[in-house]
């Protein structure tokens, strides 16, 4: 079964630089997530988005930003990097389906992308 | 707010031993709740999940955890530990509807031959 990519699974940047990672959910998935995994720590919510509208927003610094296209594939864009960046970053789909019967509420991760900012 | 505490940053077990995660969850309303496993340099991969369908949740690697509302708790356990199951297991927590999914700080599972 198909599921969720990321790109690029490694990243290597120099401060001040910026980055862009991209997710593509699993096909007919509407929802995307995105985490944050510093060393050593618990995957943090960074952002959602439904049906390419921001649905939640969580502890995502204001040099990121983030959307969702049209093909539902999500990038993330970071600017200004900073040594504290450095994590992995990981994405997850899931179908809310509000529309639809087949709603599973489950999110699928990603294998993620390593970002090192040196 | 929700949130899960996970006991024990580091457990380990011989093979053959049972296996026991422990894992309490602070809600105001019925959660949903996960437990996930990411092995090193690894994505996450969902071991299983609650949704109030049945108390006792089966899920994959012969992994099984059990809701307890009136003790807050929802502990992951598996019979007899194998090497591979050598990782780190998160627990989760999140609204119905599949909003945001808060982690706890993880347990590092390590298997003694």
């Known amino acids: 079964a198909a599921g969720v990519i990321q790109s690029p699974r490694h990243l290597i940047k120099e401060k001040r630089e910026t980055a862009t990672l991209?997710?593509?959910?699993?096909?007919?998935?509407?929802?995307?997530?995105?985490?944050?995994?510093?060393p050593g720590q618990d995957p943090q919510f960074l952002i959602s988005f439904y049906e390419k509208?921001?649905?939640?927003?969580?502890?995502?610094?204001?040099?990121?930003?983030a959307?969702?296209?049209?093909?539902?594939?999500?990038?993330?864009?970071?600017?200004?990097?900073?040594?504290?960046?450095?994590?992995?970053?990981f994405c997850a789909s899931s179908l809310l389906g509000l529309a639809s019967t087949t709603s599973t509420d489950t999110q699928y991760f990603g294998p993620g992308t390593r970002l090192t900012v040196l | 707010a929700q949130s899960v505490t996970q006991l024990g940053s580091h457990v380990s077990v011989s093979e053959g031993a049972l296996v026991l995660l422990r894992c309490n969850y602070s809600s105001s309303v019925p959660p949903y709740l996960f437990w996930y496993v990411q092995y090193p340099n690894q994505g996450l991969q969902l071991l299983l999940k609650y949704t109030s369908a049945a108390t006792l949740v089966k899920g994959i690697n012969g992994f099984e955890a059990e809701f307890k509302k009136s003790e807050t708790s929802f502990h992951l356990t598996k019979p007899s530990a194998h090497m591979s199951d050598a990782a780190e297991y998160f627990?989760?927590?999140?609204?119905?509807?599949?909003?945001?999914?808060?982690f706890g700080s993880g347990t590092r599972l390590s298997i003694r031959p």
């Open chain 1, 53 to 65: 509208m921001q649905s939640d927003k969580g502890s995502i610094p204001d040099r990121f930003s």
């Open chain 1, 22 to 38: 991209k997710c593509y959910p699993i096909p007919r998935h509407d929802t995307v997530y995105w985490y944050q995994q510093g």
């Open chain 1, 67 to 89: 959307q969702q296209f049209s093909d539902y594939h999500s990038e993330l864009n970071m600017s200004s990097l900073e040594l504290g960046d450095s994590a992995l970053y």
């Open chain 2, 91 to 102: 627990c989760a927590v999140s609204d119905l509807g599949a909003s945001k999914i808060i």
